[in-house]
């Protein structure tokens, strides 16, 4: 386990991105909660009123040898729309926002670079408006959001919200899912 890594990443609605990360290959864990803010140890109410700056935010602890840091950000792109500030779909405030918080410069760079390489290659009409800034803080949601779509795959959000990003990710990394899923 001593050669696992570390990202954090805020693409919208948590439940969203811990699921599709949860499927890939070398990811060993997935944890939903609140990254970039200034309030410590903030409530998901308190998060939804937009004042503690934080972002919904998954932090995965990943296998480098399985899949890397840039794959991960390869699927961090299209698993939402990093070009409307502070919305994900019908999910609206700044805890929505795309953001990649970097732990250290080797992945900031790789960020960085992973931007241009999508605006380059046009994975979206509009301009990628994600937030790159250094990691300074994560705290875990509550228990009841954790592996929320694991526990709760027939409930309505599940299947009109996130039963379709997980199918995309299917069409497009089919190799990089784990065989259980």
């Known amino acids: 386990m001593e050669r696992l890594e570390t ?5 919208g609605c948590f439940w969203c991105t811990e699921a599709v990360f949860q499927v890939l290959k070398g990811v060993y864990r997935v944890v939903s909660g609140y990254a970039g803010g200034n309030v410590e140890n903030p409530t998901y ?17 990943f296998d480098p040898q399985v899949i890397s840091y840039g794959d991960l950000l390869d699927v961090f792109w299209r698993c939402h729309d990093p070009t409307t500030p502070n919305r994900q779909g019908a ?10 918080f970097y ?16 605006e380059v290659d046009g994975l979206w009409s509009d301009p990628i408006v994600t937030q790159i800034v250094p990691f300074t803080n994560f705290y875990p949601a509550e228990g009841y959001h954790q592996s929320y ?11 009109m919200v996130i039963d379709p990003k997980i199918e995309k990710l299917r069409k497009t990394f089919h190799g990089w899912m784990k065989d259980d899923v």
């Open 7 to 11: 990202a954090t990443l805020a693409a």
């Open 45 to 61: 109410q308190e998060v939804c009123s937009g004042r503690t700056k934080h972002a919904e935010s998954v932090q995965i602890s």
């Open 91 to 100: 999910d609206r405030g700044s805890q929505y926002r795309s953001a990649i």
């Open 103 to 118: 732990h250290d410069d080797r992945q900031r760079r790789i960020a960085e670079e992973s931007k241009e390489k999508a």
């Open 149 to 159: 779509y694991r526990f709760n795959r027939t409930q309505p959000y599940c299947l």
